[in-house]
């Protein structure tokens, strides 16, 4: 399963994101159960998250 994770695990508190993979926790907590076409989605916001954050995480 394909996954954003890149084990560096810290949650923002302010925004409530990972600072590795950028998902919410929620999103983090619920991956392995998401259909392939919800972490598609997921995958395809974290590239926005990123451009707004500045942030590094996922692939």
């Known amino acids: 399963m394909k996954s954003p994770c890149v084990n560096i695990c810290l949650i923002d ?5 990972c600072t ?3 998902r919410t926790l929620d999103e983090i907590a619920g991956w ?3 259909s ?3 972490r598609d989605e997921v995958m395809s916001d974290l590239k926005y ?3 707004r954050t500045g942030g590094t995480g996922g692939h």
């Open 20 to 22: 590795g993979c950028l």
């Open 49 to 51: 998250r990123r451009a």
């Open 32 to 34: 392995a159960g998401y």
């Open 13 to 17: 508190p302010e925004t409530g994101i």
């Open 36 to 38: 392939d076409r919800k």
